[in-house]
């Protein structure tokens, strides 16, 4: 049995502890803003927040989030993503989606803890989510663009 909140509720799963997090999250609890990618890692579409830091879910055992706090897409709240989903609204970022959650996740972490990020910040930060689509410079434009709402 592994006891975790996740987006603010309460769950307990009896589940293989060794069950990566994503496949809790999107099979057993429903929640399928989350993607599964690459299984590996390497990509960032399955990126959730585990205790408020950007975890990649599909190699996290469910295991690792016992007693802890899984916010994942869905769960979002506050300025930065608010921010983020109105600069990825106003300069279309997706083309395809399947990313996305990932990056705004991603981007949202971003903003928190860097408020007024450097391209260089912003590489950092997003390295390791891929796009296929390869909107890249838009991913960019989106996260200064909401930095700047922020500091509004």
Known sequence: MTSFRVNGRDHTLDIDPDTP???????????????????????????????????RSCVTPISMAEGREVTTIEGMEGPEITAIRAAWTAIDVPQCGWCQSGQIMSA???????????????????????????????????IHDAAKTLEG
């Open 108 to 142: 949202t972490a971003l903003l928190q803890m860097v408020p007024s990020p450097s391209d260089k910040d912003i590489d950092h930060a997003m390295a390791g989510n891929i796009c296929r689509c390869a909107t890249y410079l838009r991913i960019r434009q989106a």
């Open 21 to 55: 997090l994503l496949w809790a999250l999107r099979d057993e609890l429903r929640l399928t803003g989350t993607k599964f990618g690459c299984g590996i890692a390497q990509c960032g579409a399955c990126t959730v927040m585990l205790d408020g830091m950007p975890r």
